[in-house]
Structure formats: structure tokens, C-alpha cells
């Protein structure tokens, strides 16, 4: 039997947009729903045959999830036509590099990915899009509540651009409602010029099939999140006149969990962030979707060790961040938390992150014990979350040791304590100019910005180390 993803159907209203799909006889749903758009009035002005264009490009990135399933096969139903070679080469990639790490624990080596069930559509179907600036505000800044969005937001603001800010919430991290009002406490103490919420209700990601059906031999799920949560975000750029994306994805999401020796492969949990990603996704819908459009990250040249240490700027409005994906704001248990809280201590005043953490000393949390030992390398490797090297764990650690901080995870740091530490410093906190994608004229006055940060991040770690 071949088991085959069909994509069945895209039905519109004016503010939702509903995808139904199918793995063989098994149905679900995704429903999008815009609080600032108009989808019927944007295909007025587009032209509904573009919005449609769009339209299958969101499903088929929220689709893509199905692959967790192990199909043979991918069928884009009465879509298909908008499966160009271009296309298929995107998705393709995505659902290879991203399913790496599903791949790597399910131990299925020689497991590519489905292959496509029809020929390829013509590539030379319609135009891109001419996007309609807006003659303000250029920017919709994606934010999910944590550290790397208040940063990314903040630095926008240091240099006086106008943005939006785009909230999502997702079945996958439980009712939108709360999901909203927690971003909504760290949004209080931003400055966009506008807010786009959008609520993402998913069947499948909930649903009990692994556990029902036996014959689907699976462990665990997995989702394109950022690669969907940009298509996704289309309607709002062409419904605004926005020209930029950006998002807060650091250097480190450029780097893998563990190098799969069956494959040679770097797996990692991040690469649907990663710099790679970024071009692949930027250049497709330039060339194929919108025109005057870029997604960038305002964080691509800065490791953690650097962002955390550009936090002290930002205290005012850091306890309304939150970066757990299980239970929000922290579960204090999980390696985003363990992760956080460690660098929190070592570059942040002790008391303020006492206070955010209900004065949970995560060192001695029995959960948190593998965490610390897989992200100071000392396990086969790093956690599967979004964290960064093991190096900055190494330097983090260190610094938590220099003010003196103790737990039972602080044992660990015998097996580290001959890390050349200043050389990590020196390391992860240059600014990576090369690889900033920023628009050419904000890019020097934030280059500055973030390299007069660099400076006093090194004398901060020189002053705790000395």
C-alpha cells in the first residue's frame, strides 16, 4: 500500500482561510484566521487567481507536517497545478532538512521523503506580485513573546523604524486566547505603529492517530514551523504594503545537533531558521510570488552569548518575555527553560531572574540534569530544542560558577573547568557582518549598534572573570 498526503481543499471567507488534507483515509483541518485582513477585498485588488497562487503556498507549508507520518507519496489534489519545479524544489528541501532530526530518531537513514504522485505544472504560470508600499511603516516584525523578538523589536526602535508587529498563535502550544494575552504583556513595552494577530486552529496536531492506528509506526511529530509561519504571513504584507519581514533567528540556528553518521548529514532541530533557509525562502518569493519583498533576521549576525549580554539594555520589559513551548511562560523543566535560565543567570542581575522564575534554582531540578549535560556536550547530542552551542552552555556555566551560584548541575562544571573560556568569549561575541541580510539603509547605523554592544558585552564577561 501506498501511503499518500493529499491536499483537498482551500475555501476562503473574509477573514479565514480553511485547508483540509488527508493521509489515505484520514482527514484534518487547519483553519487561519486574519484579524486585519480582508481576503475577499485583497482579491479584488490582486486579482483572485494571485490570492489563490498564495493561498496553496500557505497550505502546502502547513500540510507538509504530514510528513511525520512516513508517506510514499504527495498529492497536491486539484492544486497541482501550481506545483512548478521551482516549487517542488522549495518544498522539498524544507521537508528534507527539517525532517532530519525525525529522521535521526526514528533511524530511518535511507527514508528521503514522499515523492511527488503527478507531473510538474508549467513554470511560467502568472507574474509576481507587485507589492503596493506603504509609505511609512516598511516592516512587520514577527513576534512570539521571548527574549529574541523584544530584542529584535528594541533594535528597530534604537534606529527609529517604523513596524508592525505580526502575533500567531497555534494549536500546538494551547488556547490562542492565552497565548495572546502573554505576547499582548510584552507588546505593552514595544512601539509598533500596528498589531496583526493571527489565530492558526490545527486538527492534526492534537490528534490521537499514532496511538490508534498501529500500523502507523511513528514516535513523534514534527512541523515546519517558521517556513509555514512566513507564507502565512503573505496576505498581511500584500494587505499592508509591508516590504520587509523580520524575525529574531540567531547565528546559532545555523549550527546542528549532531552530525548523523549514517547519512553524514548535520541534523539540526533549527534549520527551518537557519541563514540556508533564509535564502532559499527570501529568493523563491521574490522570484516567483512578490515583488519588493525581503525577510530577514535581525538577529542573523549575533550568537546568544551576545544577545543575552543585550538584554542588560532591556530589563525593563524582560520579565514580560517568555520562551517555554510547553508550558507558558516556563515550565521550568525543559531544555528551552533550562537553556534560558542558565544564560539569564549568567549575564542578568541574579534577583530579577530569581523573581521571573519564582526563585526555582534550575540547577536542581531533576528533569533539567540530562538538559545541562547534553548542551555542555557531554552526551552523544545537544538537546533537540532552540538553544545554542555547546560552547556558550560551557561559557554560561562558567560565569554562573564566577558569581557563585550553586545546584546540583554546577558538579558538571568539573568536567568543563579547563574550557579556554576567554577565547569563547572573544569568539561569540563578534558581530557577523558578512552574513547581515539587513536592508541597505538601516544596515550600517545597526551594524554600529550591535558592535558598540559587542564591546560591552566583553567587558562585562572580562569584569565577572577577572
Known amino acids: 500500500m501506498n501511503n499518500t498526503i493529499t491536499l483537498q481543499s482551500i475555501t476562503r471567507a473574509r477573514h479565514q482561510l480553511s485547508i483540509t488534507y488527508t493521509f489515505n483515509d484520514y482527514n484534518f483541518e487547519v483553519a487561519l484566521w486574519y484579524d486585519t485582513v480582508d481576503l475577499l477585498e485583497l482579491e479584488k485588488r490582486f486579482g483572485q487567481d494571485q490570492l489563490q497562487r498564495i493561498y496553496f503556498h500557505i497550505a502546502a507549508f502547513e500540510f507538509n507536517k504530514l510528513v511525520s507520518l512516513k508517506p510514499d507519496k504527495v498529492d497536491f489534489g486539484p492544486y497541482q497545478d501550481y506545483c512548478t519545479p521551482a516549487f517542488w524544489a522549495l518544498w522539498d528541501k524544507i521537508q528534507y532538512k527539517v525532517w532530519s532530526q525525525w529522521r535521526y530518531e526514528h533511524d530511518w537513514p535511507d527514508y528521503k521523503g514522499p515523492e511527488l504522485a503527478h507531473a510538474f505544472a508549467d513554470s511560467h504560470q502568472l507574474s ?84 490508534l492506528d498501529t500500523d502507523i509506526n511513528v514516535k513523534s511529530m514534527l512541523a515546519a514551523e517558521t517556513p509555514s509561519s512566513i507564507f502565512a504571513s503573505l496576505p498581511i504584507v500584500l494587505n499592508e504594503g509591508y516590504q520587509h519581514i523580520a524575525l529574531g533567528h540567531e547565528r546559532s540556528a545555523n549550527i546542528g545537533n549532531l552530525i548523523w553518521d549514517k547519512t553524514g548529514e548535520d541534523v539540526n532541530h533549527q534549520w527551518g531558521k537557519s541563514l540556508e533557509a533564509e535564502h532559499l525562502i527570501n529568493t523563491y518569493i521574490q522570484d516567483i510570488l512578490i515583488n519588493n519583498f525581503s525577510y530577514f533576521s535581525m538577529l542573523q549576525p549575533l550568537q546568544d552569548v551576545l544577545i543575552f549580554n543585550l538584554l542588560r539594555e532591556h530589563l525593563d520589559i524582560l520579565p514580560h518575555a517568555h520562551s517555554c513551548n510547553i508550558e507558558k511562560p516556563w515550565c521550568k523543566k525543559c531544555p528551552k527553560c533550562a537553556y534560558v535560565w542558565l544564560n539569564y543567570m549568567a549575564y542578568l542581575p541574579t534577583a530579577l531572574i530569581n523573581s521571573i522564575f519564582d526563585h526555582t534554582n534550575l540547577f536542581d531540578v531533576p528533569e533539567n540534569q540530562l538538559w545541562f549535560h547534553q548542551m555542555l556536550g557531554l552526551d552523544e547530542h545537544t538537546p533537540f530544542e532552540c538553544i545554542g552551542q555547546v560552547e556558550e552552555s560551557r561559557l554560561a556555566l562558567h560565569l554562573c560558577k564566577a558569581k557563585g551560584l550553586e545546584g546540583k548541575a554546577m558538579e558538571l562544571y568539573e568536567f568543563i573547568k579547563n574550557e579556554n573560556f576567554e577565547a569563547i568569549a572573544q569568539q561569540f561575541t563578534q558581530v557577523d557582518v558578512e552574513n547581515a541580510s539587513y536592508p541597505v539603509e538601516w544596515k550600517e547605523r545597526l551594524l554600529e549598534k550591535l558592535k558598540n554592544g559587542a564591546s560591552n558585552s566583553q567587558a562585562y564577561i572580562n569584569s565577572l572573570t577577572s
Open 128 to 211: 509576481s506580485i507587485d507589492n503596493q508600499l506603504d509609505s511609512k511603516v516598511r516592516v512587520l516584525s514577527f513576534c512570539g513573546g521571548g527574549k529574541d523578538s523584544l530584542l529584535s523589536a528594541r533594535l528597530l526602535e534604537s534606529q527609529n523604524i517604523p513596524y508592525a508587529s505580526f502575533v500567531y498563535s497555534n494549536s500546538i502550544y494551547g488556547p490562542s486566547k492565552r497565548q495572546h494575552q502573554i505576547v499582548d504583556e510584552l507588546l505593552s513595552g514595544l512601539k509598533p505603529e500596528k498589531i496583526h494577530r493571527q489565530y492558526v486552529y490545527d486538527s492534526f496536531v492534537d490528534c490521537p492517530i499514532v496511538e
